[in-house]
């Protein structure tokens, strides 16, 4: 497994530790499917680019479904936006992310894994430190990719974190730490490909 190499080359380099080795681990899957985070940033950012559009022609045609659904398919086709492309690239993801979010959680450790505050990963997090960053990393990298600002999505928004937060509660430390460290490499890369996108923009207009 990819967690036990990267615990053999901390061991080479002089310093064996699981908990740098999960964040060697995610951060090296992260950077591998940083391609499909790239493409769902840039369907997203279509897609909140015509939010004011779509909401006007909603509210236009609330009264005609299917000629509110002919509307926003020109709009879409006209934009070069396809309002599904952003799901694509997270459901390609999910395969790799959920295969190491059980691997990690039902791994066998060699010896005892502390890591930092942790005595060990293989327990739960004495502090509750990585469930409150897990649940406020989770938040803010939700908040990034919202591209539909509804009440019902608000309320995902505030209700997926602390419900992350709760189930790290229960998980071992190692878990916790894995799903930290994905968030914040999420967060970097998505705030990286928006700025990108934006600097875009601004060079083109």
Do not use: H
């Not at 952003?86 to 060699?110: D, E, H, K, W």
């Not at 009440?151 to 419900?163: A, R, S």
């Amino acid at each position: 497994m990819g967690l036990t190499f990267f615990y053999d080359l901390t061991s080479k380099l002089g310093f064996p530790n699981y908990g740098i080795a999960i964040i060697l681990l995610t951060v090296t899957i992260r950077m591998l499917l940083y391609p499909l985070t790239a493409k769902q940033v840039k369907s997203m950012q279509g897609m909140r680019e015509l939010g004011p559009k779509i909401k006007e022609m909603q509210e236009k045609y609330k009264d005609d479904k299917l000629k509110q659904q002919e509307e926003m398919a020109k709009l879409y086709k006209n934009a070069g936006v396809n309002p599904m492309a952003g799901c694509l690239p997270m459901l390609v993801q999910m395969p790799f992310l959920t295969g190491i979010f059980y691997a990690i959680r039902n791994f066998s450790y060699v010896s005892q894994p502390s890591f930092l505050w942790i005595k060990t990963l293989a327990g739960k997090d004495p502090l509750f430190i990585l469930p409150v960053l897990a649940a406020i990393t989770t938040y803010v990298s939700s908040q990034q990719t919202m591209t539909d600002p509804s009440q019902q999505n608000k309320m995902m928004l505030l209700v997926m974190p602390f419900f992350i937060g709760f189930m790290t509660l229960r998980f071992p430390a190692g878990l916790g730490l894995y799903w930290v460290v994905s968030n914040l490499v999420q967060i970097l890369q998505q705030r990286f490909l928006y700025r990108t996108q934006e600097a875009v923009q601004v060079s083109t207009d």
